[in-house]
């Protein structure tokens, strides 16, 4: 009974997942585990600035419900390799539907024509400069570390079916647990 409950848990509710790159540095580190609150039954509020877990729009999703079962109970690792298109990535909501975002080429972006910012994060240089409108239904994602970071500027916004859920909390390494929102 105890691992059918954990198993239904970790299914619909809440995962731990691996941060196996430096995609999201400062906010979190290689080898952290954060722990997600998933949009299984509980629609959670994703909102600009919130960090989620989600699949590459590439994804292809399947109507086999056991098959999805069996899936998620997997330890899943979250990676920024696009040949691992079911793999589940990590990076930070800047838009949603029908917002507009412009990245200058020094990194700093802006949504709807205002700023957008992170504290304590390198925004980067030397962009080209790209605007974006963020169709119906998805979500315009980037990296903490937008030097080092494979996301929407490059794998295309994200349909909001293929959020896994947020992501609330560092709690593995111990003396790196902390709120992912502070």
Known sequence: MAVLAATLVRTFLIQIYYIPSSSMEPTLQIDDRVLVLKNTFIETDISSGDVVVFYSPQTVFKDDYIEEFVESIQIWKLTNNDTYLNTALIKRVV??????????????????????????????????????????????????????SQDSRYIGTIPNKNIVGKAIYVVFPFDNFKNIDD
Not at 111 to 139: A, H
Request: glycine share 10%.
């Open 95 to 148: 838009a949603s539907s029908g917002d507009e975002v412009i990245i200058k080429e020094s990194g700093e972006v802006y949504v709807n024509g205002n700023r957008f910012t992170v504290l304590n994060i390198n925004e980067g240089r030397y962009f080209k400069e790209q605007t974006y409108i963020v169709p119906t239904n998805e979500i315009f994602v980037l990296g903490d570390n937008r030097v080092n």
